[in-house]
């Protein structure tokens, strides 16, 4: 931020606290391209780009066909960037392949295709890259047999399992904290399940948190530090412990919550199952995705068998290219210094 213009925020600071004006609430633009699949179809992955205020406006670009069944896609579902060339993504393939296909350019060639099939049958559904950025992961919804396939080496395709067992027999949905710790959620499509650990080197599951509506798609959040889960129509924060944060529910709008991302700013996009509905939810102010104030967009211009979307923020992820911090688009004018400076982790107050 230059110096005039933090000059001009100051001036006004010191005017409003003459009038002691209420707090303001304060939100940050976001732009950059969302990436989805459809769960049939010839057409399976695509993008559309978005531009977000920080105040009242989301729209959308136009959709853009990245990779169809005719380009060499056996079926789509989970997705991410390839961790190791963001150019490329990984596409669960709803069989026992996993797909990287051009991020950039519609309709080139499936490059190469891994098969999952390594004396057990497994499906790849959910998709998330590993911790170490070199491998991905692949889950059935859900599956007794995790799929990690490696992405450096000897070459895309060589794979390895490991059999669930503990807590749960098998899982739906994998997310790393920031220091690598496994979570897992276990709903079948749409909802309602338990949310827990998994050590990925045994396939040993600990329950945190049984019989959660939202615990089918989850990702970890590093702007609150807390897992967020999708699923059923809730949108659910918890903390790593397993501890309720926040809960959005959205029922009574035809939602049914497939796996959803966050840009690691405050924001987030989920897909839902029931219908052409993209759900985009900004909580950089609140820290909270149940709070009352946040903003809410819910789109349906989307395709009808939307499914799933790639990651914004963490590994397997190409994120947007950020604004400066759109503190200055104010829903109100008073309280400037204090909205400034208490961008926070989130408050379980």
Do not use: C
């Not at 531009?51 to 169809?68: C, E, R, V």
């Not at 009574?252 to 497939?258: S, Y």
């Not at 840009?263 to 897909?271: K, P, Q, S």
């Amino acid at each position: 931020m230059n110096r005039k213009l933090l000059g001009m925020i100051s001036a006004l600071v010191a005017g409003l606290s003459l009038v002691g004006a209420a707090p303001a609430v304060f939100a940050d633009s976001t732009t950059g391209d969302i990436f989805y699949t459809t769960f049939s179809g010839t057409d399976r992955v695509f993008k559309r780009s978005y531009s977000y205020d920080g105040a009242l406006t989301l729209t959308y670009g136009p959709q853009i066909t990245i990779s169809s069944t005719t380009d060499g896609l056996g079926g789509a579902d989970g997705l991410i960037f390839d961790p190791t060339n963001t150019n490329f993504l990984i596409v669960g393939g709803q069989n026992n392949d996993f797909y990287r296909v051009d991020a950039n350019t519609p309709h080139v060639a499936v490059l190469d295709s891994g098969d999952a099939s390594v004396g057990v049958s497994a499906n790849i559904f959910h998709v998330v890259a590993d911790s170490s950025g070199t491998a991905a992961w692949g889950t059935d919804i859900p599956g007794a047999n995790p799929v990690k396939i490696a992405l450096t080496g000897a070459g895309f395709g060589a794979s390895s399992l490991i059999t669930v067992s503990g807590a749960e027999i098998a899982i739906t949905g994998i997310a790393f904290d920031g220091a690598g710790k496994a979570y897992y959620t276990n709903a079948p499509a749409p909802g309602g399940g338990d949310f827990g650990t998994i050590d990925l080197s045994t396939g040993a599951t600990a329950l945190l948190v049984p019989g959660l509506p939202a615990a089918h798609g989850i990702q970890f959040d590093p702007f609150t530090g807390d897992l967020i889960l999708f699923g059923d129509s809730h949108i659910t924060q918890l903390t790593t412990a397993g501890g309720l944060v926040s809960d959005l529910d959205l029922s009574g709008m035809g939602l049914t919550f497939d796996q959803g991302t966050v840009d690691g700013n405050g924001h987030l996009f989920v897909a839902s199952n029931s219908g052409s509905k993209m759900t985009f939810l900004d909580y950089s102010s609140s820290s909270l995705v149940g709070a009352g104030g946040n903003f809410l967009d819910i789109n349906s211009t989307f395709p009808a068998t939307l499914d799933d979307v790639a990651p914004l923020s963490g590994k397997g992820s190409r994120p947007p290219v950020i604004p400066e911090p759109a503190s200055m688009l104010l829903f109100g004018l008073g309280g400037i210094g204090t909205g400034l400076v208490n961008r926070r982790k989130h408050s379980k107050a």
